[in-house]
Structures are given as structure tokens and as C-alpha cells.
């Protein structure tokens, strides 16, 4: 997957603006709601090049099988990466995000596209059965299909540690999206 370089430059720039974290509750509010606005502003970006992006450029994604990602989680977990999150897909519908909340996970999945649709669905009843909650939202990004409404994201609250994840994010991905472990995955910020 490529990246353009004025991507990278714009969320260099959005993650150096972040700020610092907090124990305290007001702190607590106000980081959770800059990263809110973050995310929406990256989500957006990602829309117009994140999972299903052709352009050609020099950066190209880091690739892992499903065994890897809870080194990729390390990584988040530890802040070595740019964002508060990391998503993977190997074809551009199948794409999951990990965004880190303190010290654990939760799952986000959003319909860029019309193929993407009938995931969410699929995605509801899976965190149903799992006993996670789930809510709709949306970060404001206009998908690639005709709709007046902005792209859907699924927000699964699973609020587990880097092995459980690991384990849910190979489970959706066989499951859901039918990989299976020598599937190669992007890693995209």
C-alpha cells in the first residue's frame, strides 16, 4: 500500500499537536476529546487515501500475517507509533483499526465503501455474541459511494489487553473477512 508523502506530513504534523496525557479526570476529558477531533481529522485524510489508496509514492505499508499483530499492538501499547491507533487490511475492504484507550484496545471498522456495508452488520452480531458493546458513529468522512449521510464507523468496546485483542482482531479477520493466518496485511498508521 502508498502512501502519499503530504499524508504523512499531515499527520506528522496532527500527532505532534496532540499534547500530553493525564491521570486527571478534567485532563482526562479534555485529551479525550482532542483525540476525538484528531481521529475524526485523520479519519478523514484516511478517506480520501488510507485502505483502499493506488497512489504510487515512495512510502510503502508494513507488511505482517495475523501472528504478528501483537507486536504491531507492543508498538501502539508503547507509543512508537504516530498515532493512537494502527489499522490493518489486506485488501482494502477487510480493513480493522486498534485504537489504544490508556493501557487497552478497542476495534473500529468504517464503511469507506459500498463492499463495506454489509460487514458492519456482520461485525454487530459478532460483538453481540462476544458480549462487547458496540455503538455507531461517524468521524464526518464522505465515503466512495452515493449516500447524503458520511461514512459509518462501528466502534466495538472490547477494552482488552494486547493478547485478547490479538486474539479478536485474528478471530474478526477469519471470521468476518475469511483470511486465514498466511493472509499479509498492511499495517497503516
Known amino acids: 500500500m502508498y502512501w502519499e508523502p503530504q499524508l504523512r506530513e499531515a499527520a506528522g504534523t496532527l500527532a505532534a499537536s496532540g499534547g500530553q496525557r493525564s491521570g486527571k479526570t478534567k485532563k482526562k476529558k479534555n485529551m479525550n476529546l482532542k483525540l476525538l477531533i484528531t481521529m475524526g481529522i485523520l479519519s478523514s485524510i484516511f478517506g480520501m487515501f488510507g485502505c483502499k489508496s493506488n497512489n504510487k509514492s ?7 500475517t495475523i501472528a504478528q499483530l501483537d507486536k504491531e499492538l507492543e508498538l501502539l501499547r508503547a507509543e512508537k507509533t504516530e498515532f493512537d491507533f494502527i489499522g ?39 460483538a453481540s455474541v ?10 464526518g468522512n464522505k465515503p466512495h459511494y452515493n449516500s447524503v449521510k458520511y461514512a459509518p464507523v462501528l466502534q466495538i468496546e472490547t477494552n482488552t489487553d494486547i493478547s485478547e485483542t490479538a486474539k479478536i482482531g485474528e478471530e474478526i479477520q477469519s471470521r468476518i473477512f475469511e483470511n486465514n493466518n498466511e493472509t499479509k496485511y498492511d499495517v497503516v498508521p
Do not use: W
Open 88 to 126: 490493518i487490511t489486506s485488501n482494502g475492504v477487510d480493513c480493522i483499526y486498534f485504537v489504544r484507550s490508556n493501557d487497552k484496545f478497542n476495534i473500529e471498522f468504517e464503511a469507506m465503501t459500498e463492499t463495506q456495508i454489509p460487514f458492519i452488520e456482520k461485525l454487530k452480531e459478532y
Open 58 to 64: 515512495s512510502f510503502v505499508a508494513k507488511q505482517i
Open 130 to 139: 462476544k458480549g462487547f458493546l458496540h455503538k455507531m458513529t461517524t468521524y
